[in-house]
């Protein structure tokens, strides 16, 4: 089967730099996407990593390896408006096709 | 966010009721979601289409029925809901690029409850 893993919470000052680990296990593995979401909003698409290494997107980068199945979400220059659930999410394939399922989140505080 | 429309934005509906939610999304997209986010539990992708064909279908009980006519519009139609299928239901929508990213894009979600 698929399963995810992720703290449940960091926190951290402005100005810094978080990381957000994610340990997966799934069969026929796809890619390893993260989500920003506020709250009472809708999540918000930021990264997607199909290969090793790290992606890059402006503050935020997004890192993964296959063979250790684990991946993590980086932040810098930390700013108060960053702090929201984090979200990764793990695509595999099956005999039975396509299954995506996504981490409980992290619930990332920044302070002044 | 206007690229993805969702009605109604809230619902309250019965057991016996069969209701439809409704996407649409507005940014020449190919591929189209349905997630279900309840509270105190990990979001859910329900069903994922790529050209108006189904390609993803996460174990979605049958009283969830999804419909995609064309590639702009998505509908989730309801029947014989149960309490626990209170949740948020959320569209989303991208570009589907081979071996690439899929930035997806949400609409602001459905807040349905089941009495």
């Known amino acids: 089967g698929q399963s995810l893993e992720q703290p449940s919470e960091v926190t951290a000052v402005e100005g810094a730099i978080v990381q957000i680990n994610c340990t997966y296990q799934t069969s026929g593995f796809y890619g390893l996407s993260w989500y920003q979401q506020h709250d009472g909003g809708a999540p918000t698409f930021l990264s997607y990593n199909a290969l090793d290494g790290l992606e890059e997107t402006g503050r935020f980068s997004s890192f993964l390896s296959r063979s250790d199945s684990y991946g993590y979400l980086l932040l810098q220059e930390l700013q108060m408006k960053d702090s929201a659930s984090y979200f990764c999410?793990?695509?595999?394939?099956?005999?039975?096709?396509?299954?995506?399922?996504f981490g409980a989140g992290t619930r990332l505080f920044v302070k002044a | 966010e206007t690229g993805v429309t969702q009605t109604p934005r809230h619902l309250v509906m019965g057991m016996t009721n069969k209701k439809s939610l409704k996407c649409e999304q507005h940014l020449g997209h190919n591929a189209m979601y349905w997630y279900k986010q309840s509270a105190k539990k990990p979001l859910e992708l329900m069903f994922v289409?790529?050209?108006?064909?189904?390609?993803e279908n996460n174990s979605v009980p049958s009283r969830f029925s999804p419909e995609c006519p064309n590639s702009s519009h998505l509908f989730l139609h309801l029947h014989t809901l149960q309490p626990e299928d209170s949740a948020l239901y959320l569209c989303?929508?991208?570009?589907?690029?081979?071996?690439?990213?899929?930035?997806?894009?949400f609409g602001p979600g459905t807040r349905l409850t089941v009495l």
């Open positions: 989303a929508s991208s570009q589907v690029k081979t071996g690439g990213a899929q930035t997806q894009y």
């Open positions: 999410a793990v695509r595999g394939q099956n005999t039975g096709g396509f299954k995506t399922i």
């Open positions: 289409y790529n050209f108006k064909e189904q390609t």
